[in-house]
């Protein structure tokens, strides 16, 4: 029988939709009804698994799971035998420390001797041991941020992502303790046929990440004003040029990064380009 990679995702919360969709992206098809526990795609050797998030780490490591999607901030605190086979750019968070707004604090020595409240015991004890600070650690599962206000902690250790939490429970967020985001995960001793399928995998993931990092450019220049505009616009091996019916006119075709098509528009206006269109990219294979 073939063998079929296991791949372990959140079951609800807020890795899910995106870690489905990136699956889906890679050209996975499979049904995901809403209390299923395992499905197969039809169209990839994969099995797919709904977990806890704070369970996937073990189940890599146990490879009961090949590979998982999971946030950092768990593999981290989790401290499995496992690896971190590729960063997804998705859930991006940080885990911070913060404080009841009204208290003094001046650094991590303030909090010498303090209770904090955290679900993330093992990554708080590292970053204040390597200060050289110590605290008692009060571990909780969830609703960490009412915690000082109801006695259980001078500060807590907590995930952020905009802060209005923390805002709306009269916490002041002090230190960054470190930044995460959705990653996959894999055990350093997975076997030669599943590694393979990973591969293939994490090949798609790529094409995807790519893609969603550059958008496809389409504008009309002046005959005049190609050279300049070629040499400005790198695309992918060089922009496509061809003749526009109005005479003296081209149009370019290129691949542009996501990060800076707004600075080029603004040359590319002044240098007599009209017309410009920018649309997304589904897949790119370099
Ligand atoms: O049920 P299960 O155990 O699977 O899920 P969960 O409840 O443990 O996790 P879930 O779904 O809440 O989060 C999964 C992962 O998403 C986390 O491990 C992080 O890697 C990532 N992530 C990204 C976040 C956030 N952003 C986030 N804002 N996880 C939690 N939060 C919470 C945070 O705990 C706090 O209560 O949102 C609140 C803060 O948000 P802001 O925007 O007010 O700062
Ligand atoms: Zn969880």
Known sequence: MEKLLKIAVQKSGRLQDNSLK?????GL??????NQLKTQAFN??????????????????DRVADIGIVGENVVVEKEKNI????????AKCRLSLAVPKADTYEGVSSLEGKNIATSYPNIIKKFLDERGVKVGIHEISGSVEIAPSIGLGAAICDIVSTGSTLLSNGLREVETVMTSEAVIVASPDIEEEKAALMNK???RIQSVKKAQNNKYMLLNAPNSAVDSIVKMLPGMKSPTVLPLGTEGWSSIHTVVDENDFWDRIDQLKELGAQGILVVPIEKMIL
């Open 83 to 90: 690896e971190i086979v590729e960063r997804l750019g998705f």
């Open 44 to 61: 990839f050797p994969a099995e797919i698994y709904f977990l806890r998030d704070d369970d996937i780490p073990q189940y890599v490591e």
């Open 201 to 203: 995998l994490l090949f």
């Open 29 to 34: 098809s499979f049904n995901n009804g809403k």
């Open 22 to 26: 990136l699956l889906k992206e890679c």
